[in-house]
Every structure is written in structure tokens, then in C-alpha cells.
């Protein structure tokens, strides 16, 4: 048993190792010069300098892009649990064929590659003037969001008994009002997960933002972007832009991390 122990942590380092390198990698480079990093990207740095991270956040005009992609990160995390959990909701609680088809639709969706709409999505789009707008761009990660919250959400609702919607509605509430105030309340657990998830996926976006907005309005992703040339590449200044970028959803994911986990824990009970 105690070897069966041991052998199952140090399995865990191994891997909590081979997760940790690539961060530490960026890390230690991102206060090196370019010729130090060429040289040996594996060495600590010889002096532990502030300058590429300074240069960094002004040539990536870092407050522009941060407020940029916290804007659309935001907007967009809730409208992915305000519409999908009331479609997942309808789905589960009407019974109606179409739902199913409905269901089913959402879920063939999810298989479908980004990469193969860009052309189309561009040309559509770009014909409409829907693009370059943080709102549209909203507009557009709930499109393509939408299949797998509703695809989580359907799952957790069914397993709430339709005994409280039948009990509501004696007491005289209508089927919004159960939504708000019996079923959404119940959806903590798994609206937790579904809050990380998609501040992850949104947060660190680059094609869609890409495609989508142009130079003023541009995220953290895109502005890091701008310092890798076609040419030539300043790594010191690639690396701590990149440590700039995901510092702020590393502080999120720190200071959720006991709701999240609890939130994938009562989720699974349920």
C-alpha cells in the first residue's frame, strides 16, 4: 500500500514537472536580453532586470489591451450563463420533439472546427460591418459558445427533480420566475466550472480577436503578437509580454480556486 502511495506522488510531481516547465521557461527568459536567451535559454538569468517588462507594457500600450480583453471577457462569460442555462432549461423541461433536434443540433455543432468557418465568417461579416466592435465580437463567442455551456447546463438540470417546478407552480409561480429564482439559484455548482472554462477560452483568444478587431481595439493575445516579426522575434520582450498577459487570469484562477473546485465537486454529486 505504501509503495502503491509513493509511486503515485512521485507520478504526480513527474507530471505537476512537466506542466510547470513551459511557465518557468517564459519566466526565467522574460528578464533576459535576446542574445542571453539565444545563447542559453536554460540559464537563470545573469541579472534579474525589470527593463523588458517596462518596455513591454508600453509598446503593448498594456492598459488599452487589458481593459480591451477584460471588457469582452466579462460581457461575454455572462451571456454564456445567462442564455444557455435558459435554453438548457427549456430543453430539459418541455418535452417537445423539436427540443431534442434542437439538442442534438447544439451538440453536432461542437465538432465543427473554427478554422474551417474563417473564410466565410470573414466574408459574411465583413460585408455586414459587423466587425472590428467588441460588442459584435461578444456577440460572436456566444455563437460559438453556446453549444457546450447548454451541453453542460442540460446535464445538470435534468438531474434537479421536476418536483419543485410542480410545487412553484401551485404556489402560483410562472415558468421564468421558476428559472429565476428555484433553478438558477441550484446552478451554482456547475456555473462555477463553466465560468472558468470559458474566461480561460475567451481570455487567451487570439484567431477570433484576430479576425475580428482591428488595431485600437486590440486584446492582450494580439498585442503580444506584435512582438513576434516575420523576420526576427525580441524573445525577452515576447516573454514578458506573455507574463503580462496571463498573470491577471492566473490571480483569478488563485483566488476562485476553492470555489471552483468546489463547484466541480458538488456538480459531480449532483
Do not use: C
Not at 177 to 199: D, G, W
Not at 235 to 262: D, E, H, N, T
Amino acid at each position: 500500500m505504501k509503495i502503491k502511495l509513493n509511486f503515485k506522488f512521485l507520478l504526480a510531481v513527474i507530471f505537476a514537472i512537466v506542466y510547470i516547465f513551459p511557465f518557468s521557461l517564459v519566466l526565467i527568459n522574460s528578464f533576459k536580453e535576446r542574445v542571453e536567451i539565444i545563447a542559453n535559454p536554460l540559464k537563470l538569468p545573469a541579472e534579474f532586470s525589470l527593463t523588458n517588462y517596462i518596455t513591454a507594457y508600453e509598446r503593448m500600450d498594456y492598459a488599452s489591451a487589458f481593459f480591451n480583453s477584460l471588457i469582452i471577457t466579462v460581457t461575454a462569460v455572462i451571456v454564456l450563463i445567462i442564455f444557455p442555462s435558459m435554453l438548457a432549461y427549456y430543453l430539459v423541461r418541455f418535452n417537445y420533439r423539436r427540443n431534442q433536434i434542437i439538442f442534438i443540433i447544439l451538440i453536432a455543432s461542437m465538432i465543427i472546427p473554427f478554422q474551417a468557418l474563417m473564410i466565410p465568417f470573414v466574408s459574411i461579416y465583413g460585408k455586414l460591418d459587423m466587425l472590428n466592435s467588441r460588442l459584435y465580437l461578444v456577440y460572436f463567442y456566444l455563437g460559438f459558445g453556446v453549444a457546450l455551456s447548454t451541453f453542460m447546463y442540460h446535464g445538470f438540470i435534468k438531474s434537479i427533480p421536476m418536483a419543485l417546478d410542480e410545487s412553484a407552480t401551485i404556489e402560483g409561480a410562472n415558468k421564468f420566475q421558476i428559472y429565476r429564482h428555484i433553478i438558477l439559484p441550484m446552478l451554482k455548482p456547475i456555473t462555477a466550472t463553466i465560468v472558468i472554462l470559458n474566461s480561460l477560452w475567451i481570455w487567451n483568444d487570439f484567431l477570433l480577436p484576430s479576425l475580428a478587431l482591428f488595431q485600437k481595439s486590440r486584446t492582450l493575445p494580439l498585442s503580444t503578437f506584435s512582438f513576434f516579426g516575420r523576420f526576427t522575434t525580441d524573445f525577452g520582450l515576447a516573454m514578458a509580454g506573455l507574463v503580462l498577459s496571463m498573470l491577471p487570469i492566473i490571480i483569478l484562477y488563485l483566488a476562485l480556486q476553492r470555489q471552483i473546485i468546489s463547484g466541480i465537486s458538488e456538480g459531480a454529486v449532483k
